[in-house]
């Protein structure tokens, strides 16, 4: 079960800091190429890729129903993580610990917008 990091009672402060160690983290591991088409960091999604979003609606763009004249770039870094983890979404599974991005509770929010 994922639980949000503010279940654990922790403090702001520590909240704050977890939530910069992973955005270095995550900026420092951005030289990967995109798990599903295989673009480099900086280089434009393959069409069809799943992981490209919409350049408009900032959906998946393989299903969004846009046309995508302008690209989504690939920047080594999984869409939504940078987000989550500046609005300080951040989560585990409930026995390890391991802080990552809230990308579910990211999606939740951009839809109540």
């Given at each position: 079960m994922?639980?949000?990091?503010?279940?654990?009672?922790?403090p702001?402060d520590q909240i704050d800091e977890i939530?910069e160690?992973?955005i270095?983290k995550?900026?420092a591991?951005?030289?990967?190429?995109c798990?599903?088409?295989g673009?480099?960091?900086?280089?434009?999604?393959?069409?069809?890729?799943d992981v490209?979003?919409?350049?408009?609606?900032g959906g998946?763009?393989?299903?969004?129903?846009?046309?995508h004249?302008?690209?989504?770039e690939?920047t080594?870094?999984?869409?939504?993580t940078?987000?989550a983890?500046?609005?300080?979404?951040i989560c585990?599974?409930d026995y390890?610990?391991?802080?990552?991005?809230?990308l579910?509770e990211?999606?939740?929010r951009?839809?109540?917008?």
């Amino acid at each position: 079960m994922w639980i949000s990091i503010y279940k654990f009672g922790i403090p702001a402060d520590q909240i704050d800091e977890i939530a910069e160690r992973l955005i270095a983290k995550e900026k420092a591991d951005a030289t990967q190429t995109c798990p599903d088409c295989g673009v480099k960091p900086g280089k434009n999604h393959i069409d069809g890729c799943d992981v490209a979003r919409c350049t408009t609606c900032g959906g998946q763009a393989i299903s969004c129903g846009h046309t995508h004249e302008n690209k989504d770039e690939w920047t080594g870094i999984w869409p939504g993580t940078l987000e989550a983890l500046e609005q300080r979404l951040i989560c585990c599974w409930d026995y390890d610990r391991n802080w990552r991005a809230d990308l579910n509770e990211l999606a939740i929010r951009s839809v109540m917008k």
